[in-house]
């Protein structure tokens, strides 16, 4: 005799679950890991040695290619006037550029203490100073914070094909961490970067006061090098005499 399982009226509909639940589990982890590859390499942009000229633009495009996004807009805060200036985007229009935005309803829980990523309603951008443009569909908003204070908010609009979900607003928060990270440094850098290139002017100074016999000369290498140097925007200075008294022009 062949043995019959006994099965209950409700069984299958519970295996149907459970393997949805399975297939929807493992959908999660590769969207997961292919996120977190994608990451991986788009932070390498991040790391370079030699930095990125407009890091502001490159955590903007790097945001938008990390989550398929066509549009994407990096702000910076500026705390005392409440608002927000565009400092790069993707997909928008170039007037854009360098808008300052009064914080609406909707963005204040980006601006807010203590906040972190959300999903905002779609963004009518048009009133940013670019005609009949628009942020279709939601869009998934995270701070940027130096040493604790807020100083930059990323945007980016829902891609048309996958809305945003758990996974997506987890790995836009890491973005805005590595971003947070590299706009610190480079805040260090600058200044170090600077007092060594006043020393390499110094030290040329030196090298060419001890070397010259000329008066004039000496004075014009030391103008020279106090001017283009030193952040007075001057590349060069000239040094005219007069009858009875030195007049100094800059150029």
Known sequence: MTAVANVSPGQPSTLASAAAKRARLTCKLLNRNRLANRLDEELGRL???????????????????????????????????????????????????????????????????????????????????????????????????????????????????????????????????????????????DPAQRRYRALQTLQKIGDYIQSATDEDKIFHAVLTGITAGYGLGRPRADLSRGIKTEQIVLR
Do not use: M
């Open 47 to 189: 790391r370079a040695p030699a930095g990125s000229p407009n890091l502001r633009q490159t955590i903007a495009e790097i945001g938008a290619r990390l989550l398929d996004c066509e549009k994407a807009v990096f702000f910076t805060y500026h705390e005392g006037q409440k608002v927000l200036e565009i400092s790069a985007f993707v997909g928008l229009p170039a007037e854009l550029s360098a808008q300052r935005v009064a914080v609406s309803e909707a963005l204040q829980a980006l601006v807010q203490p203590g906040a972190r990523r959300c999903i905002l309603p779609p963004i009518d951008v048009s009133g940013w100073g670019a005609r009949n443009a628009k942020i279709r569909g939601r869009v998934l908003g995270v701070p940027i914070k130096l040493n604790g204070q807020l100083e930059h908010v990323l945007l980016l609009g829902e891609p048309r094909n996958r809305p945003f979900g758990e996974i997506e607003e987890e790995f836009i928060e890491r973005l805005a961490h590595h971003a947070a990270v590299a706009l610190e440094t480079a805040h260090l850098l």
